[in-house]
């Protein structure tokens, strides 16, 4: 076989198929004008810029010095399916068995086994367009069929009930809530959650990621578990305890579903990693001071951006009061997100993600992270300013006409 002939069996199957996730891409260009020389404002990526507590960081240090280096059970420690179960009691009231928890690599790793042991070839899964990058490809990873549902800015980009029941059928097999809301920052309000319930009824699973929870900066984020016992919880310890290179999710199973799940990580995965696990509990137990000091800095960042924008003439019609992004409707100047926002980065040195990255519904929106320092956002915010200025000035030059 020719060298061209091994390469084309290397990357044959799903992963042609797969789009770009185009945060990553404009982040990769960013990183390379800055080994140019070049001042880049970073608000395209969604990860917590402050470290690990250190609470947590201590708990992990003496799981290693008591040599928590070993496989653990498929499930995951039963003393952090305890902490989880307990945790979610407090913040919910809501019970949950310790039995229907898994830890799994990231919350990543746990969407990606629930639709592994969920999905046959062809069922369909229904999500809010726009939506998270990844979901279509968990989805089809699998020979699953994301159907996507339009949503609308002035609606807070919540499933919309009437789009909802037109797209159920008889091979809808789930349904994918994600609030507070990835790139949208926006929370589906309990009554929606309850008609959602009501309306796909208990054919259809609801998948509610849950991994901005806790980073909410008006009332609370409620869990589809308040609603639907039979749903499935998916979280982890990235975004609220700051804990992204640690690798550590979970999911809250039916009990009907925790079988299929465990073998599956038993033969994909063996198990969770072990010291870790217990650096989330301390994260559980004790890290609530922590928590709620990033958290008000996070808002005091959202009240900046959503500021700016305005002053900008750039208004956000639903306030996002979840995670840490704003989805800016930045229609009266492209037709062409994509292509703005590498504009946006070359021009005026800030990293923005394009909508498009989430769907086609966000054809003509940005996503800025506010995950970043109030002098770093303050000065993104100036140029981004500057740039939708000269945009603005250009649209109203009147050029002269073109000669025959």
């Not at 390469?7 to 990553?24: I, K």
């Not at 069929?145 to 009437?162: C, I, K, N, S």
């Not at 998948?207 to 982890?236: K, T």
Request: net charge negative; charged share 20%; hydrophobic share 40%.
């Amino acid at each position: 076989m020719t060298d061209a002939g091994r390469d084309r069996m290397m990357v044959s199957g799903r992963a042609t198929q797969m789009p770009p996730f185009l945060v990553m891409e404009v982040l990769e260009r960013a990183a390379a004008l800055q080994r140019q020389g070049r001042s880049i404002i970073h608000l395209e990526v969604g990860e917590p810029d402050f470290d690990t507590p250190s609470v947590v960081v201590e708990a992990a240090l003496r799981a290693l010095r008591d040599g928590r280096t070993h496989y653990t059970h498929s499930l995951g420690h039963p003393e952090l399916r305890e902490a989880i179960a307990a945790w979610h009691h407090t913040q919910y009231g809501v019970e949950v068995s310790p039995d229907c928890v898994v830890v799994t690599m990231g919350s990543s790793g746990a969407m990606l086994l629930v639709f592994a042991a969920l999905l046959d070839p062809g069922a369909q899964v229904l999500l809010t367009d726009p939506h998270y990058a990844c979901y279509p490809n968990f989805v089809s990873a699998f020979g699953g069929v994301p159907v996507r549902t339009a949503v609308r800015e002035e609606d807070g980009f919540q499933f919309d009930l009437e789009a909802v029941e037109k797209h159920l059928g008889p091979r809808t097999k789930a349904l994918v809530l994600n609030s507070p809301a990835n790139p949208t920052g926006t929370v589906t309000h309990p009554d929606r959650m309850r008609q959602l319930v009501e309306l796909v009824g208990e054919q259809v699973v609801i998948v509610s990621d849950e991994i901005y929870h806790g980073l909410v900066y008006r009332g609370r984020a409620h869990s589809i578990r308040e609603y639907a016992p039979q749903s499935v919880v998916i979280n982890g310890f990235s975004k609220l305890f700051a804990m992204t290179g640690w690798r550590l999710g979970y999911a809250i199973l039916p009990q009907w579903l925790v079988r299929p799940v465990q073998k599956l990580q038993q033969n994909l995965f063996i198990s969770p990693p072990d010291f870790p696990q217990f650096a989330a509990i301390a994260a559980l137990q004790e890290a609530d001071a922590d928590v709620e000091r990033m958290r008000r800095c996070y808002d005091e960042r959202r009240q900046l951006v959503l500021q700016r924008l305005k002053g900008m003439g750039l208004n956000v019609l639903t306030e996002p009061v979840g995670a840490f992004y704003v989805f800016v409707n930045v229609q009266r100047y492209t037709d062409n997100v994509h292509e703005l926002a590498f504009q946006i980065l070359e021009e005026a040195g800030v990293a923005v993600t394009p909508g498009v990255d989430f769907g086609p519904g966000g054809e003509g929106y940005i996503r800025i992270s506010y995950a970043n320092s109030l002098t770093n956002i303050e000065e993104g915010m100036n140029r981004l300013e500057t740039f939708f200025a000269s945009r603005a000035l250009l649209s109203t030059v009147d050029y002269p006409p073109t000669a025959p």
